[in-house]
Structures are given as structure tokens and as C-alpha cells.
């Protein structure tokens, strides 16, 4: 007998003409995966961090589940919607600029199901798909009865536990194109390529969104008698151009300023250019302007090396924004290749790694170990120098980016790179229980349990109480006769 779950799913299918598999067990209760969550999922949450979802943009969650994800995404100003087979079977599927197929491949037994998902998905994308699904190594099996090529659990449920290779060639195969890796077990596939282009680029810039533009401007309660500056008769502008400025190290071009910005200016008869040049005669306004300069350019050194190096099929097709910064910081997208090469030979190059990781080590951003390996806090890349975040970029492209706090490690001479995410980043002694190695001279990425307590926090994390920790620390080591230059205290 099939579920009423099951049928829902069966009345969305579309034709397909992948053989069937048919189903032995039919006591697989699907929806009894749906989470009650208080907080976004990963995916959810990685789109809003990366700025895909913002007050105004709309999405569809296909397979939402009880709906936690939207309830949370319409109070925060979002167009949310979402169909579910048990929870909201009854509601439209309608088309999106952003569509999430957040853990549903992997409770689906049926491996043409699974296919018609994510094509349905597909379908209803106007611009970006997140797909994720869980990983193998990310949860222990060894209680589990093996189903079909998952596993059957104690709530009769189904799971289907994928590599991540795996994850990414079912997404190439079904949808035609290749998706992004943005964590492991989650990616996102781009209708046009330069939208995956901006993406790649914003997160590689790692440049925090502007908030000023969220905050509710105060109206004076009185007209005040003394005449106003240009700047504070149009505040919401100049917040909107100072903020561009700082991103991009560049004058914004109009298109590029939020359409209410725009409006505000013309009320007041100013021009962008002008008011542009009011922004720039603040104090500090052309130093933090040529600061940024010089970051936008290292960031795109950095993010077109990566494109050069992984082939990236849009990498050809940057977007308007991308070639007005190329134009700035370059003159040319000639220029632009020719010093992105010199990035390329240099990765090739482990006297020049090598000698990176010992400065970056000695201004403070991490600690050297004996076999010259740098390990430092994720949170630390993006003061890496460029040649650094390229290599940790080709990591990234594979293995994406694991959630929360985690500590990463760069060894130049095994062209390898292992994160540890941090389980309690707030504790004296945080802990970690994994790992993923990135092996970037086979493309592999690995999954192993790691048990480990971090026992050099002070030197690893920017602390406040910094010369507590190190005396905690130092107790700590000396009760356990742990060697100074230790970082890992192993668990069994």
C-alpha cells in the first residue's frame, strides 16, 4: 500500500523515460524528515550571507517541509512561498528568481523520482537553484539497515547519503549544467552565467553587504533654520554612494544605485556625478576609496586566476558591474589576464607558497608548524594575501565552505588543504569531530572523522581576553605534558 506522502510526490512527476525502480518497503515515511527549525536552514541561510536573498526578492521553496524557512524569510521582508507533499500539498507551484530543493533528494528511495525532483525544481527556476542533500561521513551509518543504495532508519525513514563528486555529476547530468559547490552537500546552479559570475566574485571578494540601506531614515520634526549641506539633504544617497565607494573603489555608475537613491536626488535636482563628488571631499572619503581600490583589484586577480584554473564555463561572460571594475582597476581585461597568470605560475611555484605562509604567519594570521603548514582560523582568509586566497579558493570550488566557525590548514608541499569545523567555538577548549581534506592534485574531496580539542585557541582566534586563554592554556598543557608547540590534543 502507498503512502499518501508517496502519491503527492507521484502526482508532481513529470514523464520520464529513466527506467523505474519500484519500491519493496512501503512503510517509508517521508515527511517525518521535515525538521521543526527556529532558525534558517543552511542552505536558506548561505543565500541570505552571500546576499541572494534580500528584503524584497522572492523565492520558492520546493519540499518546505513544515515551513519553518518561510514563516522566518516573509517576516524578514521576503516574497517566500513553498509546496510540500505532506505538509502543503494543496499550494501552487509557481516559478521564482530563486528555488530551493533543500534536503528532499535524500529522502526520496526512488532514484527516477529523485530525477523528476530535481528536474521539476529546475523548471520553476527563473534565475538560481540551491540543491542540497546530506553527505556520506557527515552522520554514522553503522545503526542504519541498508535500502536500495541508502539506508532505512529506526522512524522509517529513507536516506541516501552522497559524496560529494557524486552530488555534483547527478546535478550536471540531470540539468545539463554544472552547479557551484557552496558548502558540502549544497550547490547552486545558475540559469545565466553572469549571475554565477557575480556570485563567484562576491564571495571570493568576501565583501560584507552595506546595511545602511535597511536602516529607517528619522524625519526632522521641525525644519531646522540653517541650510543644509548637499549630503544631508540627500542622506539616504550619500549613505548608498559611501557605501559603493568602500566596496568597490570606484564612483558608482547609476544602474548601480538603489532605484529609491536615484528618486532622492532627482527630488532634490542633485546629479549622481555631483553628488558622487561631495561623497569624495569628505574626510578620509579618497583614502578609503583607494583602499578599497586596492582590495577589488587583488579580489579580482584572485577570482579570475580561479576561473583561468578551474575552466569555469562563464568566466568568458563577467557581468556590467564586473567589467566597469575591470576597466578601473585595469584598463583592460588583457591586463587583467596577464597579471592573473603570474597568480597561476606562482601557485605552481611552493618556494613562493612557502614564503607567503611564513608571512602570513608572522603578521599574525596563523600558526606555522614544523612541516611549514599554516593553520589558521576561516574567519582569518580574506587578510591572507591574494596568492593564499587563490589557493584556498581551488579548495573551495571543489569542497565549498562548511558552516559555522572552522580551522583551516594549507599545506603547499602535499597541495592539500583540511578544515576542521569547530563544534564549540565559544568554549577555553573547542572541539572538533571532522575533517575535510581537499586534495587538490587528484580533485578529491574527503570526509574522515576527527576527534580533537583545540589547545592553542589564543593564537588561532582574535580574543579579547587573550592573555587569560594562554594561562588556561598553558595549565592545561602542563597537566597533560603536551609539547608548547601542539595544537591538537587527539581524543580516542
Known amino acids: 500500500m502507498v503512502s499518501a506522502t508517496r502519491e503527492r510526490w507521484a502526482n508532481h512527476r513529470r514523464m520520464s523515460v529513466m527506467p523505474q525502480v519500484s519500491a519493496k518497503v512501503d512503510v517509508i515515511h517521508r515527511h517525518r524528515t521535515a525538521m521543526v527549525r527556529h532558525e534558517l536552514s543552511q542552505p536558506m541561510a548561505i543565500m541570505v550571507r552571500h546576499g541572494l536573498l534580500k528584503p524584497g526578492g522572492k523565492v520558492f521553496d520546493y519540499g518546505c517541509g513544515q515551513g519553518d524557512d518561510i514563516r522566518i524569510l516573509t517576516a524578514a521582508g521576503i516574497d517566500a512561498a513553498g509546496w510540500d507533499p505532506h505538509f502543503r500539498p494543496d499550494e501552487p507551484l509557481s516559478a521564482a528568481p530563486i528555488v530551493n530543493l533543500g534536503f528532499v533528494l535524500n529522502v526520496i528511495e526512488n532514484p527516477a523520482e529523485r530525477w523528476d525532483a530535481l528536474k521539476r525544481a529546475w523548471t520553476l527556476t527563473e534565475r538560481i537553484l540551491s540543491v542540497s542533500t546530506m553527505i556520506v561521513g557527515q552522520v554514522p551509518v553503522g545503526g542504519l539497515k541498508p535500502h536500495a543504495d541508502g539506508y532505512l532508519t529506526s522512524r522509517g525513514t529513507f536516506q541516501k547519503y552522497f559524496q560529494q563528486a557524486e552530488l555534483a555529476a547527478f546535478i550536471s547530468q540531470t540539468l545539463s549544467t554544472g552547479g557551484t559547490a557552496v558548502a558540502p552537500g549544497i550547490f547552486l546552479v545558475f540559469r545565466q552565467p553572469e549571475d554565477e559570475q557575480d556570485f563567484l566574485f562576491n564571495r571570493r571578494a568576501a565583501r560584507p553587504l552595506p546595511t545602511s540601506t535597511y536602516r529607517r531614515l528619522r524625519e526632522t520634526q521641525r525644519p531646522r533654520p540653517i541650510r543644509l549641506s548637499l ?237 587569560k586563554q594562554r594561562r588556561l592554556e598553558a595549565a592545561y598543557r602542563a597537566e597533560r605534558s603536551l609539547p608548547t608547540e601542539v595544537v591538537f590534543e587527539s581524543i580516542d
Open 231 to 467: 549630503l544631508q539633504r540627500v542622506p539616504q544617497a550619500a549613505a548608498d554612494i559611501i557605501n559603493f565607494i568602500g566596496w568597490r573603489g570606484r564612483a558608482p555608475h547609476p544602474d548601480e544605485i538603489q532605484a529609491s537613491s536615484l528618486e532622492e536626488l532627482a527630488h532634490h535636482n542633485v546629479s549622481l556625478a555631483r553628488a558622487t563628488a561631495a561623497c569624495l571631499e569628505a574626510p578620509g572619503a579618497r583614502e578609503a576609496m583607494q583602499a578599497a581600490s586596492l582590495r577589488q583589484r587583488e579580489a579580482l586577480l584572485v577570482h579570475y586566476a580561479l576561473g583561468l584554473l578551474n575552466r569555469t564555463s562563464s568566466a568568458a561572460r563577467p557581468s556590467s558591474a564586473m567589467i566597469r571594475d575591470i576597466r578601473m582597476h585595469f584598463r583592460s581585461q588583457k591586463e587583467m589576464a596577464v597579471e592573473a597568470t603570474k597568480f597561476l605560475r606562482a601557485l605552481a611555484d611552493d618556494g613562493v607558497v612557502a614564503e607567503a605562509l611564513t608571512k602570513a604567519a608572522e603578521h599574525g594570521y596563523g600558526i606555522l608548524d614544523r612541516k611549514g603548514r599554516l593553520l589558521f582560523d576561516g574567519e582569518q582568509a580574506d587578510n591572507l594575501p591574494g596568492l593564499l586566497r587563490c589557493y584556498i579558493g581551488c579548495a573551495m570550488v571543489l569542497s565549498g565552505e562548511p558552516e559555522g566557525r572552522f580551522l583551516t590548514r594549507i599545506d603547499s608541499t602535499r597541495r592539500r588543504v583540511t578544515m576542521w569545523p569547530i563544534v564549540d567555538p565559544k568554549a577555553a577548549l573547542p572541539m572538533v569531530e571532522s575533517r575535510i581534506e581537499v586534495d587538490l592534485r587528484r580533485q578529491e574531496v574527503i570526509f574522515r572523522p576527527d576527534r580533537r580539542r583545540v589547545v592553542r585557541k589564543s593564537d588561532l582566534f582574535r580574543m579579547a581576553l587573550r592573555s
